[in-house]
């Protein structure tokens, strides 16, 4: 059974709307059936009105003018929220509040410094690859993390009344320091402080999606496809995010066709263009056009030729585009060069992409 200092956890939101008189008319009957069931949320919700009351005194001898009052009222607050905790619930509650936004400025900056890396990395993925949204400028978030970190570690120790523990990540607090100790963008230094970064990232929240997408794009950078392959899988089984689910599917099947692996290639394709994403989102255009040059490579012309065409007919705006990525494709313009026939036959039934 549970003391009377302690109240259910999914309930504590609801108790202090309903004592507060603020609760949703929806939630009441839920919320007093619970209470006569539950004794440990009944004595914290006596708790709670004790405490608005004696804050009640606090207000009426302040106005009055009672010092001795106001005193008094002070130490009996101060007293019921020693005697059951609140104020450290409250401070445990900021704590996770700004841990989680500890964990995105983390990815914020991972994802920066990778993208910084990657531009010196060669490679079609590391030449084509375009973030969503613009990175963030890693000096001044450097700075703002640095202030995030002190705020925890000041809250932390608020709430024990001693230093600030270390988290079970093991390396928030100790390696901090050394994470913001230098912005190095040059393509090693980057690319290493970037993973770092989101590991950190994944450490306080591991259903960060798009930390653990750019986590797996690193390793790709790096040359380590197998463990590209898992975290870019891992995304796309359990993301929530369905945008991130269909970005880890096209990333692995980037991952496949630059181990030439083209069958495999063109079913992560595939099924990211069976989803609706490309008619909600159509930056995942470059699912069609990859899906058409892996056919391509596959040798099958009239499925690359009909999904060449789709690309033209969806995205006339793109062409220019289109084309400048294509002629990226360093593999891709060595297989024309090489198979003729081929060629003429994309370039005479699909001209807008492939006359010279």
């Given at each position: 059974?549970?003391?009377?200092?302690?109240?259910?956890?999914?309930?504590?939101?609801?108790?202090?709307?309903?004592?507060?008189?603020?609760?949703?008319?929806?939630?009441?009957?839920?919320?007093?059936?619970?209470?006569?069931?539950?004794?440990g949320?009944?004595?914290?919700?006596?708790d709670?009105?004790?405490?608005?009351?004696?804050?009640?005194?606090?207000?009426?001898?302040?106005?009055?003018?009672?010092?001795?009052?106001?005193?008094?009222?002070?130490?009996?607050?101060?007293?019921?929220?020693?005697?059951?905790?609140?104020?450290a619930?409250?401070?445990?509650?900021?704590?996770?509040?700004?841990?989680?936004?500890?964990?995105?400025?983390?990815?914020?900056?991972?994802?920066?410094?990778?993208?910084?890396?990657n531009?010196?990395?060669?490679?079609?993925?590391?030449?084509?690859?375009?973030?969503?949204?613009?990175?963030?400028?890693?000096?001044?978030?450097?700075?703002?993390?640095?202030?995030?970190?002190?705020?925890?570690?000041?809250?932390?120790?608020?709430?024990?009344?001693?230093?600030a523990?270390?988290?079970?990540?093991?390396?928030?607090?100790?390696?901090?320091?050394?994470?913001?100790?230098?912005?190095?963008?040059?393509?090693?230094?980057?690319?290493?402080k970037?993973?770092?970064?989101l590991?950190?990232a994944?450490?306080?929240?591991?259903?960060?999606?798009?930390?653990?997408?750019?986590?797996?794009?690193?390793?790709?950078?790096?040359?380590?496809?197998?463990?590209?392959r898992?975290?870019?899988?891992?995304?796309?089984?359990?993301?929530?995010?369905?945008?991130?689910?269909?970005?880890?599917?096209?990333?692995?099947?980037?991952?496949?066709?630059?181990?030439?692996?083209?069958?495999?290639?063109?079913?992560?394709?595939e099924?990211?263009?069976?989803?609706?994403?490309?008619?909600?989102?159509?930056?995942?255009?470059?699912?069609?056009?990859?899906?058409?040059?892996?056919?391509?490579?596959?040798?099958?012309?009239?499925?690359?030729?009909r999904?060449?065409?789709?690309l033209?007919?969806?995205?006339?705006?793109?062409?220019?585009?289109?084309?400048?990525?294509?002629?990226?494709?360093?593999?891709?313009?060595?297989?024309?060069?090489?198979?003729?026939?081929?060629?003429e036959?994309?370039?005479?039934?699909?001209?807008?992409?492939?006359?010279?």
């Amino acid at each position: 059974m549970k003391s009377s200092t302690q109240a259910c956890v999914t309930f504590e939101h609801d108790l202090n709307l309903f004592v507060d008189h603020e609760l949703a008319v929806a939630h009441l009957s839920r919320i007093t059936q619970h209470l006569e069931q539950c004794n440990g949320c009944r004595d914290f919700v006596d708790d709670l009105r004790t405490l608005s009351e004696l804050h009640h005194d606090v207000l009426d001898d302040a106005c009055e003018g009672d010092d001795r009052g106001d005193w008094g009222a002070e130490a009996a607050l101060a007293a019921v929220v020693d005697k059951h905790g609140l104020f450290a619930t409250i401070t445990r509650k900021l704590v996770v509040e700004k841990q989680a936004d500890l964990a995105r400025l983390f990815y914020e900056l991972g994802k920066a410094y990778v993208l910084a890396g990657n531009q010196g990395v060669s490679g079609i993925l590391a030449r084509s690859f375009v973030p969503v949204r613009k990175p963030v400028d890693i000096r001044s978030t450097t700075a703002r993390g640095k202030q995030l970190v002190r705020e925890v570690r000041e809250l932390e120790s608020s709430a024990t009344g001693q230093a600030a523990p270390v988290p079970e990540s093991g390396s928030l607090f100790r390696r901090s320091r050394e994470l913001f100790s230098s912005t190095r963008r040059d393509t090693g230094g980057a690319l290493t402080k970037g993973r770092r970064f989101l590991e950190e990232a994944l450490a306080l929240e591991p259903d960060l999606s798009e930390a653990r997408i750019y986590l797996a794009m690193h390793h790709q950078c790096t040359g380590r496809f197998d463990r590209a392959r898992v975290e870019f899988r891992r995304v796309y089984r359990e993301a929530a995010d369905h945008s991130h689910r269909m970005m880890a599917l096209h990333m692995l099947g980037n991952v496949y066709a630059g181990a030439g692996d083209f069958a495999r290639a063109v079913e992560c394709y595939e099924k990211v263009l069976d989803s609706d994403i490309l008619d909600r989102e159509p930056r995942f255009f470059a699912a069609l056009l990859n899906l058409g040059v892996n056919y391509a490579k596959l040798g099958r012309v009239d499925q690359a030729v009909r999904h060449f065409s789709d690309l033209v007919r969806r995205f006339p705006s793109r062409v220019p585009q289109l084309r400048t990525l294509l002629q990226r494709k360093e593999s891709f313009m060595a297989l024309l060069a090489r198979e003729a026939a081929l060629h003429e036959s994309l370039q005479r039934r699909i001209p807008a992409l492939f006359a010279a």
